[in-house]
């Protein structure tokens, strides 16, 4: 009865304010959209506050709840996951798909021999390119499946591979096998990188703002320039191979660079028909990688080049004491001896380690490639790109076989992201620039790009005609062209020009006085 007289009254209630707030009922006495609103005036005078109303968190937000970050991901990736499969093979995004699968084959593939070849060296044969290529094949076929944010690149970086070492050292020290421990190492930063993707600690990165990206981003773009330099200048300086040889090499890296330059930009330029000249800067890298090739087969009979290697050998590359080579499932309790107890324990150490380091480097990542100036839409899914990359799923796998880890690139992961986005110039108030109008945002090219990888241990024959100095053209150009939106390089250009008045005007510029800019700058470069 009680019930009856306060439904009653919350009625009489609701069409009291109603009738106040001139609210016209729509059907019947009054309709539900006039009750809901008479009920919030109502609630809004009365100072009632709503307990129950969902907070609206964003991507780098603590919810204070277990696994509240991953499951906001899971809401907002998972209604999209059939379209990120789809959308790479529309009529509109097809051409721009696969020309971003050939290049990134050929950008992701060269890291990994290179860095194979220096896990080969730093660990005394534990590892070597096969394991390396696998690698970077099933962590980056693993994470464009699960991820949150597919269009990060996974690979070797030099942080992990200086790392890794230290990790070599640690079990030599220990007098321990290498394998088994590696393994436990893994097996125990996984755990640690689980319970940061649990407990929302991705959230800090909120904290890391534009100065910190810029310096990270920048520090990674210099690294792939002057790794991708280095060895032609060493062909003249060390005596390497004949000047002839040298100078070819010179201008085979040269023209590579310059050619998918040229190409890149080729759309807006007057030349042939439109359709012609997207596709040709669509396919600016491969056009100038094959080109290039072709030319280095036409003169090699009269020069040494150097050319690309791939043992066809699929097999790990330890060989034991018997001299078999090892089983691709490694045992956590020992391969040729027992493994120690207190080792399992003392793998704890460098996990700890691993875990931060990984956690850096998948975030900061991830962070640039969701950074507002490349206008993706679909949204980012921090907590579960860390659970995928280091926690769950591909650090075990990689622990199980035995192979180095790999983790969110950022130069691959850029290139990716520019490869797959249009641009169109617009006037802006410091001048002409490019601004992105659509990114193909889907799973499927870097799906396709590590499977490729991973036929590359199966196209050894075919990869051998590449010369390395046009891979050392397509670092190159790597490294600049993920210079594009560095704020930290746009100012330092501003050095060049010394007339104030033909400064770009950036908001900065307009804001600012012009030598508080140039400090912030070299502060910027003396962390650099």
Not at 182 to 188: E, I, K, P, Q
Not at 383 to 396: E, F, K, N, S, V
Not at 493 to 517: G, M, S
Request: glycine share 6%.
């Amino acid at each position: 009865m009680y019930a009856l007289h306060w439904y009653r009254a919350r009625r009489d209630a609701r069409h009291a304010v109603a009738r106040d707030a001139n609210i016209r009922p729509t059907t019947g006495p009054l309709s539900i959209a006039a009750m809901s609103e008479a009920e919030a005036v109502i609630r809004n005078q009365s100072g009632y506050i709503n307990h129950t109303a969902k907070k609206d968190y964003g991507p780098l937000e603590f919810t204070g709840k277990i696994a509240g970050g991953l499951r906001l991901d899971l809401r907002r990736r998972l209604p999209l996951y059939a379209s990120d499969w789809t959308d790479a093979f529309k009529p509109e995004n097809f051409q721009k798909s696969l020309s971003s699968i050939l290049y990134l084959f050929i950008a992701a593939l060269a890291p990994a021999i290179t860095f194979g070849s220096r896990f080969l060296d730093g660990t005394n044969g534990q590892f070597g390119v096969l394991e390396m290529i696998m690698s970077t094949a099933v962590s980056g076929m693993i994470f464009s499946t699960f991820a949150g944010q597919p269009l990060s690149i996974l690979g070797a970086t030099g942080p992990f591979l200086a790392y890794t070492l230290v990790v070599y050292d640690m079990a030599v020290g220990a007098d321990v096998e290498f394998m088994p421990f590696y393994f436990w190492v893994c097996m125990w930063c996984s755990l640690f990188t689980i319970l940061v993707a649990v407990f929302d600690l991705c959230a800090l990165m909120k904290h890391v703002t534009m100065f910190s990206e810029d310096i990270f981003a920048g520090l990674i773009s210099l690294i792939f320039i002057i790794d991708g330099v280095r060895p032609i200048i060493e062909n003249f300086s060390e005596n390497k191979m004949s000047l002839t040889s040298a100078m070819f090499e010179a201008l085979l890296f040269m023209y590579t660079f310059g050619l998918a330059t040229y190409l890149s930009h080729f759309r807006r330029t007057p030349w042939l028909l439109r359709p012609i000249r997207n596709l040709m800067a669509n396919f600016a890298v491969t056009i100038s990688l094959v080109t290039a090739s072709a030319l280095a087969a036409i003169y090699s009979s009269d020069t040494n080049l150097r050319m690309l290697s791939v043992d066809a050998d699929f097999s790990p590359n330890l060989v034991l004491s018997d001299g078999s080579k090892r089983p691709w499932v490694v045992n956590p309790m020992g391969i040729e001896r027992d493994f120690p107890a207190w080792a399992i324990a003392y793998a704890i150490l460098p996990a700890i380690g691993f875990a931060v380091l990984g956690y850096l480097d998948q975030n900061l990542t991830s962070v640039i490639v969701n950074r507002p100036s490349n206008n993706l839409q679909k949204g980012p899914g921090y907590h579960l790109d860390l659970l995928t990359d280091q926690g769950a799923l591909t650090l075990p796998v990689c622990a199980v076989l035995g192979l180095p880890l790999s983790v969110a690139s950022t130069v691959p992961s850029i290139t990716h992201v520019i490869s797959l986005t249009t641009y169109e110039v617009k006037q802006l108030p410091e001048g002409e620039r490019k601004v992105p109008s659509k990114v193909v945002e889907q799973r499927a090219t870097n799906f396709l790009i590590h499977v490729l990888i991973g036929c590359a241990l199966f196209l050894a024959p075919a990869l051998k005609f590449l010369p390395r100095a046009v891979l050392q053209g397509v670092f190159f150009y790597m490294g600049i062209a993920s210079l594009t939106g560095n704020n930290l390089f746009d100012r330092l250009f501003l050095w060049l020009i010394w007339d104030p008045a033909k400064y770009p005007q950036y908001h900065y510029i307009q804001k600012l006085p012009i030598r508080r800019v140039h400090l912030y700058t070299m502060v910027q470069a003396e962390w650099l």
